[in-house]
């Protein structure tokens, strides 16, 4: 049972491309988080989702940030027209119910922007 | 207000001792959930150990075991013989549900914990 699976591991960027992080949670699991890390700080949450449904997104910043969970395939944090500001860590984590104790989370993405 | 707070930015311990991770938390629900994670330098969230507000007993996991005292709103790791291995970034979080309702985990912003010879 494969866990928490996050690509690209690593992704560079230049100022002003677009980024897109991916996540797919374990098998069975229909609850997505992500959260965003800068360094010696602690995880801030983005967005919340269900498939085909953004359930709270109050941590998103309001312009250039997206997310979306499909019915089918991953999850995707699309961050447009980067800033060096958005070089973080970027994790996805699941759980299978609303409920549920645990969140599994990724190996987390490292965005640099240059 | 800070809905996590932990204190301590930085620890040490030698090798074998015992050594008590602070944590305090904020919240007006009644029923919630508070979560130890390690972050070790390769970057990952490894869960450690899970509180629910109305588990009578302190929750234990191999070395882990978690103080809960309700009354005082924190919820103290305490890691029991620590191994080098155990250095670490070690994070404080609480989820709480609301009209049944999951809401987000919020992280404390961190120990970093130095296990020494």
């Known amino acids: 049972n494969a866990g928490v699976m996050q690509n690209p591991r690593h992704l560079v960027r230049r100022r002003g491309q677009e980024a897109r992080l991916r996540c797919s949670p374990m098998?069975?699991?229909?609850?997505v988080y992500w959260y965003r890390q800068l360094p010696e700080e602690g995880l801030k949450f983005m967005v919340y989702?269900?498939?085909?449904?953004?359930?709270?997104e109050s941590g998103m910043p309001k312009e250039r940030f997206s997310a979306e969970f499909p019915k089918e395939g991953p999850s995707i944090l699309r961050i447009q027209q980067v800033v060096r500001g958005d070089s973080a860590a970027y994790f996805c984590?699941?759980?299978?119910?609303?409920?549920?104790?645990?969140?599994?989370f990724g190996s987390g993405t490292q965005l640099s922007v240059l | 207000a800070q809905k996590i707070t932990q204190t301590q930015p930085g620890m040490f311990v030698q090798e074998k001792e015992a050594v008590t991770l602070d944590c305090t938390y904020d919240t007006s629900d009644q029923s919630y959930g508070l979560f130890w994670y390690k972050q070790p330098s390769s970057g990952e969230m490894i869960f450690l150990i899970y509180q629910g507000s109305y588990d009578e007993q302190n929750a234990t996991e191999g070395r882990y075991s978690l103080n809960f005292q309700k009354a005082r709103k924190s919820a103290n790791l305490v890691i029991s013989a620590s191994q080098l291995g155990d250095s670490a970034m070690y994070f404080c979080a609480m989820r709480e549900w609301r009209s049944g309702t999951a809401s987000k985990l919020t992280f404390g912003t961190g120990t970093r914990l130095q296990v020494t010879l």
């Open positions: 098998k069975g699991h229909s609850h």
């Open positions: 984590a699941s759980s299978p119910r609303a409920r549920g104790e645990k969140l599994f």
């Open positions: 989702l269900q498939k085909e449904n953004i359930i709270d």
